[in-house]
């Protein structure tokens, strides 16, 4: 039997039907971190059984990216090597996927992951299940290496002849020949892999810029009731991270709780949506952005506590003194509806929400345009804080938007972008010996050409090609460049 006043703290707002809910979305939130636990124990109990008769092999389980019922970051604790499935669907951004592959990563401490699945053709699952293009297996394999994988796998070895998955892609497929054009592709990558791999493995990557994900605000935000369903927490985080991609700007995926310590080793931290703040939380933001550091927040951000209960005193709660703002309203759009958004160099849409901001001495770089009431009032704003500075972003702002408000913070904080062609992406992992390892990849089925004088010098280690200005990539190619 549950003892409710036991389970969140009492609330009283003087109606009985209020107090219900708020109990009720306390115990959600509740239900969902023992859901977290209760699995994790599962898998602590197993590896625990294994322990007791071998003492020296590495145990894992394979996560599922984005997945939304667990806490990786609790899960990663608990495991000697963090390793995830990668089934991208046939519409999925390659955006989405390398950040994906970050967010492996970030929970394991930086470390390299194992990729321990994807599948070398097709997925079963989808409405809809494309074979995969040429060449495009092996791009996803190398961009797994390129954010930090040191294993890359595959199921099926061999595809099964019934139950639900026998339409999944196999290396063996059901004619069981090594002649189809399958097996050559994954044979050749697993060349590759044996000849350069051991070079790789190892070698870390390194960034001045941090993306929160959290979980708890995963499962509040999805959770509201309103002010919209049109809420996708990662896609969010997403909205944020692919402006940073596109500028081949390296990422590390951090946990809302990271301490003052490690957050301070990066000049630019970003939480988007961050609906729930755990305790702690603002007060470390604020220390961090005292002291120097850059900080981006915006919609949505800092409305409920760690028991799924609204902060009182306005929006964006614990967070508003570091951002300088009151949010009054937070109005909800249409699927399909879009807001305007103007300022020195935004020119863009905002969709699903738009903050209603009264600034408290932050100052304002962006308006609402349009025919709403609240035309004129602020859409984006930074506010001084200490020797740092805090943006708050008040609607989610389209591709175009993002990149335009994220420019110019790139460009102060000098993190050394790099533009290459549409869909090619450039990822450097950093080995010992001062030795980099630049990945240059072609995400499309186009042909790409390029010039990156950064990497002039460098050897193409597949091919043994020195770089020297112009660099063609095939469809879903991937030079795997070694510089000094």
Not at 315 to 320: D, E, H, I, M, Q
Not at 356 to 374: C, M, S
Not at 436 to 460: M, P, Q, V, W
Request: one cysteine or more.
């Amino acid at each position: 039997m549950y003892d409710w006043g036991d389970v969140v703290p009492p609330v009283s707002y003087g109606d009985g039907i209020s107090d219900a809910k708020c109990v009720v979305s306390g115990l959600q939130m509740d239900y969902r971190r023992f859901q977290n636990q209760a699995q994790l124990a599962c898998y602590t109990n197993e590896r625990d059984a294994i322990r007791a008769y071998d003492a020296a092999t590495p145990i894992t389980t394979n996560l599922m990216g984005t997945f939304k019922d667990l806490d990786y970051f609790e899960w990663a604790k608990e495991m000697d090597v963090v390793s995830w499935d990668n089934y991208p669907g046939m519409d999925t951004p390659p955006s989405f996927t390398a950040m994906c592959h970050d967010l492996m990563r970030g929970i394991g401490g930086n470390k390299p992951f194992m990729l321990m699945e994807q599948t070398p053709n097709q997925q079963n699952w989808f409405p809809f299940c494309k074979v995969k293009q040429p060449g495009e297996v092996r791009k996803l394999s190398w961009q797994a290496v390129a954010h930090g994988a040191d294993t890359v796998r595959f199921f099926q070895m061999k595809q099964s002849l019934g139950g639900c998955e026998r339409f999944h892609g196999a290396v063996i497929a059901h004619d069981g020949t090594e002649e189809s054009r399958v097996f050559k592709e994954t044979a050749a990558l697993g060349e590759e892999l044996d000849r350069i791999g051991r070079r790789i493995m190892g070698s870390r990557i390194e960034s001045r810029v941090a993306i929160m994900f959290d979980w708890q605000s995963y499962w509040s935000l999805e959770g509201c009731v309103g002010p919209t369903t049109g809420f996708n927490y990662p896609n969010e985080v997403h909205r944020f991270y692919r402006a940073l991609w596109r500028r081949n700007v390296p990422v590390d995926m951090i946990a809302s709780t990271t301490p003052l310590a490690r957050l301070s080793q990066y000049d630019l931290a970003i939480a988007p949506a961050l609906i729930t703040v755990l305790p702690g939380v603002a007060e470390t933001l604020e220390a961090y952005v005292a002291d120097g550091g850059t900080f981006i927040t915006g919609y949505m951000a800092g409305i409920h506590d760690e028991h799924d209960l609204v902060v009182p005193g306005g929006y964006p709660g614990k967070l508003r003194r570091l951002m300088g703002v009151w949010v009054e309203e937070i109005d909800a759009l249409a699927p399909g509806e879009t807001i305007e958004v103007h300022g020195g160099t935004v020119d863009a849409k905002g969709e699903i929400v738009a903050s209603i901001i009264h600034r408290e001495g932050a100052e304002r770089l962006a308006t609402y345009g349009g025919d709403e009431f609240y035309a004129g009032h602020s859409a984006l704003t930074v506010n001084a804080y200490g020797k740092g500075k805090a943006y708050f972003v008040g609607t989610p702002l389209d591709e175009t938007g993002m990149s335009a408000f994220m420019a110019p913070i790139i460009k102060e904080l000098d993190l050394k972008s790099l533009d290459t062609p549409e869909d090619v992406s450039l990822s450097v992992r950093y080995g010992d010996g001062g030795t980099r390892y630049a990945f240059l990849i072609n995400n499309s089925a186009a042909d790409k050409r390029l010039c990156l004088s950064e990497l002039n010098g460098g050897t193409e280690l597949l091919t043994g090609t020195v770089i020297n200005d112009l660099i063609e990539l095939k469809p879903y190619g991937v030079d795997v460049i070694a510089l000094r």
